[in-house]
């Protein structure tokens, strides 16, 4: 992947399974966006995407998004359960 990754959430545009994961899982959208603006970057099986991920001191588990950088879409929102 040869193009920067935008740290920006308002460049991202979720899809419909994003946003239903979201809410099933009961994830403000609002602490998705800090995730991809502040949360730790690491790779995806899929070479189009990234995981942003960061903890918060109010949850307790880690927000984890799934981002195709390349198409400007959050493909999931999970919590992350090591």
Not at 5 to 11: E, K, L, Q, V
Not at 51 to 56: C, G, L, Q, S, T
């Amino acid at each position: 992947m040869s193009h920067e990754i935008s740290r920006d959430p308002s460049d991202y545009r979720p899809r419909d399974h994003a946003l239903q994961r979201a809410k099933y899982r009961g994830i403000d959208l609002k602490l998705v966006g800090e995730t991809i603006e502040t949360g730790d970057v690491y790779p995806s099986p899929d070479p189009t995407c990234k995981v942003f991920k960061r903890d918060f001191v109010h949850t307790d588990h880690p927000i984890r998004v799934v981002a195709n950088v390349e198409l400007n879409r959050i493909v999931t929102v999970a919590w992350e359960y090591e």
